[in-house]
């Protein structure tokens, strides 16, 4: 994208060459080993980091949004913590292709589940029905498929609104994934409504991102994030309410080599009143983008949209003040 030109959204943005990254990083590792691969893969990033003034323009962004919203001054942007941010995209993509070759050991991976979402996984393997688990760009999304393989062997369905799927399905074959099942959402229509509802009566789960609107359906809503206005899905809160279906907080984090999968729950029932699906949409993404950017404070440098998130004033609503600072 051209500096000065308009934003496009996220998912009309030419990819630069990331399923051929992915792809030719996934044939290194498995030829050379992860080692070998790491200085290589710090040139590349130094590459798209020196030549990507777009992305280092919005990595810059969230992060002077998070230290203003946060009031943390020691989360303010600089050069290092901008390229930091790059640099802990390119261990997600090494740890990502871990996970599809199988690599990603249980005990580097730990469970933060206060609140026993894990035994309702358990309870869907013995017949009881599935649930929702809304996932974030926060962190990194992949290494939650190790929470169906934990122990539990719950089918898991990944949402998703790419139209390159099969790429990415090929991609894991190749590199020897097979089990993690990727579904695309581009319209919610009936026949996906059902297809959804069986899975779950099968006691399979969903997972859809929340923080991510897709470029052909419109549904969307304009919440405070950050202390700014953005656009967030309407599609995880409108699957929840049509499918009556529970909706649990899923993201993992990076801390100290070891990934955390933290599971929380979000609405135990949801669902409207006549009239009012518009406003229950709007109050559930406005509680998940609070609680997005309190998970931002536990690793600043894992939110992983580089593209233009907020909206200019005027485009969505007017500019919005931070209601409240993060607790």
Known sequence: MADGAPARHWAAQRERGSFVL?????????????????????????????????????????????AAWSGRDELRPTTRRVFGQFM????SLLDRLDVWRGRLAPEQVQVHDPAGVRARLRESVRGG??????????????????????????????????????????????????????????????????DLAQRLDRGEWLAIAGDRVPLQDGRRVTVDFLGHPAPFPQGPWLLAGLLRCPVNLLCCLKTGGRYQVRLEPFLDAPAWERGGREAAIAQWAQRYADRLGQLCLLAPLQWFNFYPYWQPPGEGGDDARARHPAR
Request: glycine fraction near 6%; charged fraction near 25%; aromatic fraction near 6%.
């Open 22 to 66: 992915m792809k030719l990083t996934a044939l290194a590792v498995r030829r050379l080993g992860r080692r070998p691969l790491t200085p290589v893969l710090y040139l590349i990033v130094l590459y798209f980091f020196v030549f990507g003034r777009s992305a280092r323009r919005n990595v810059r962004q969230y992060q002077e949004r998070l």
């Open 129 to 194: 029905r599935g649930q929702l688990l809304v996932g974030t760009h926060l962190g990194n999304l992949e290494v939650c498929r190790a929470l169906a393989e934990l122990g539990e062997r719950v089918p898991l369905n990944v949402l998703v609104h790419t139209k390159h799927i099969r790429h990415f399905n090929r991609l894991q074959a190749e590199a020897g994934d097979r089990r993690l099942r990727l579904l695309q959402v581009s319209e919610m229509d009936a026949a996906l409504m059902l």
């Open 88 to 91: 802990a995209f390119a261990e």
